[in-house]
């Protein structure tokens, strides 16, 4: 095999990946194991390890073998234009498909390292955080960052909590309230981790302003779209005495022609709760400059009997998560929800240690700027620092834009700037 890495790119991309397909994948891994002279070990959670026999690896490369894919069975159809890779009407997999084909080439040149490619990573981490497969190196080199001069040393931890109130009533309409349909679309929306700090719109929170401002009752809500991101699109049905006003550009409002005897009503403190509610950023780390602490009230939605509301919280540092979550629960309770919880992944608190320095010192022989970040997002970074406390790690990668969407592109020029540094890593580490 040509270790060119555009070339095991392509190569490794004709092969399904979506989240949740691991056979083809696990088979190609064994067979080229078996080719280079590697052992290759899966556990009952996909996860593969690649090791020689006899091995005595300083050094473990990680990513993830999963894609986004946008439509079930997608295998992306890779485009070339000038400098960059696209792909036709699909995401790219580049997230972290160029990660596995850096792991790949340095295992086609017979590098002494331990190779672990983890399944599942972007539906839950689900394959870091059951690992079963022995490590024994003392650095880990992850390389699933997306940004080329930046070294990730730290990240953000997380934790989902969902409220449910189930308080409704039927109630005549004595007061001859209006019904109106107030829907809000089309806005920016974006990550609740790396872009909670832009000032972008939160549908649900605006939409609760109007109710809120024209004392509105609630009689049906749905919005949001996915637990880590921030809400675009929102649509409520209210009774009121007053015509609502809207609270954005973007947000419309249709009175609703029927008279209504009877009126389905949620408890006020449904709206008192959202409209209440502190969302965004709650603290800021100015030595890192990046957001320590944050809040999003991403999804809601009316079932039969309730309403569900969905939030996602993270933090630089475990206990203030653990603070965050614990004030969030009361909050929730004094507005008459049951709260659940749902423990996703650690925060990876910034470490600065004899690894990250040589990393940035090799980074800055061919990129000057280099220099040591933390993000306000989960990595699998965070739950390897957990589970082998003794593993010193850092995260790079070249510059992907778009991930996760169509329009996902990556620089070839970057993808061959950072494999120079991952082979300078892997000279130096001997």
Excluded at 160 to 186: H, R
Excluded at 191 to 199: A, E, L, Q, R, T
Excluded at 205 to 225: M, P, R, S, V, W
Excluded at 272 to 299: C, H, P, T, W
Aim: charged letters at 25%; glycine letters at 6%; proline letters at 3%.
């Amino acid at each position: 095999m040509d270790n060119n890495i555009i070339d095991i790119f392509k190569e490794i991309t004709a092969i399904p990946r979506c989240s949740g397909t691991h056979e083809a994948f696990i088979n190609y891994m064994k067979n080229l194991s078996k080719e280079l002279g590697y052992l290759c070990l899966v556990d009952e959670y996909n996860n593969i390890l690649c090791k020689k026999e006899n091995s005595n690896a300083k050094l473990v490369f990680q990513s993830h073998y999963d894609i986004v894919c946008l439509s079930d069975n997608c295998v992306p159809n890779i485009v070339q234009e000038g400098d960059l890779l696209k792909a036709t009407d699909s995401t790219l997999g580049s997230d972290n498909g160029i990660g596995c084909s850096y792991m790949i080439a340095l295992m086609c040149e017979k590098y002494d390292g331990e190779f672990l490619f983890t399944s599942d990573e972007e539906i839950g981490l689900i394959g870091a955080n059951n690992l079963s497969l022995p490590l024994n190196a003392s650095y880990m080199l992850n390389l699933d960052s997306e940004e080329e001069g930046e070294i990730c040393i730290g990240c953000a931890g997380g934790v989902d909590i969902f409220g449910t109130n189930s308080n409704k009533k039927i109630i005549p309409n004595t007061d001859n309230l209006d019904l109106y349909e107030i829907t809000i679309s089309k806005l920016q929306g974006g990550h609740s981790g790396v872009d909670i700090d832009k000032n972008i719109p939160n549908g649900i929170k605006l939409i609760a302003k109007t109710i809120k401002e024209c004392d509105g009752k609630l009689l049906d809500i749905n919005g949001g779209e996915r637990i880590n991101s921030i809400p675009v699109n929102v649509k409520a049905i209210i009774a009121s005495k007053s015509t609502p006003i809207a609270s954005h550009e973007f947000m419309k409002i249709e009175k609703i022609d029927t008279k209504a005897e009877h009126l389905n009503v949620y408890d006020d403190k449904i709206i008192d709760f959202i409209y209440d509610f502190q969302n965004g950023v709650r603290a800021m780390n100015n030595e890192l400059k990046v957001v320590q602490n944050s809040i999003n009230l991403a999804i809601i939605k009316t079932g039969i009997n309730e309403i569900k509301i969905e939030l996602s919280a993270r933090s630089m540092d475990n206990t203030e998560l653990k603070n965050l979550k614990e004030e969030t629960i009361k909050m929730l309770e004094n507005y008459n929800f049951i709260v659940e919880t749902n423990g996703k992944y650690p925060a990876w608190k910034p470490d600065i240690n004899e690894f990250t320095s040589k990393v940035l010192e090799i980074y800055k022989e061919v990129n000057p700027k280099a220099s040591l970040e933390a993000i306000h997002a989960g990595l699998e970074c965070a739950i390897f620092k957990d589970k082998y406390p003794h593993i010193k790690v850092a995260s790079i990668g070249p510059t992907i834009n778009f991930p996760h969407s169509k329009k996902e592109q990556v620089s070839i020029k970057s993808v061959e700037n950072v494999y120079k540094i991952v082979k300078k890593i892997t000279q130096e580490m001997k």
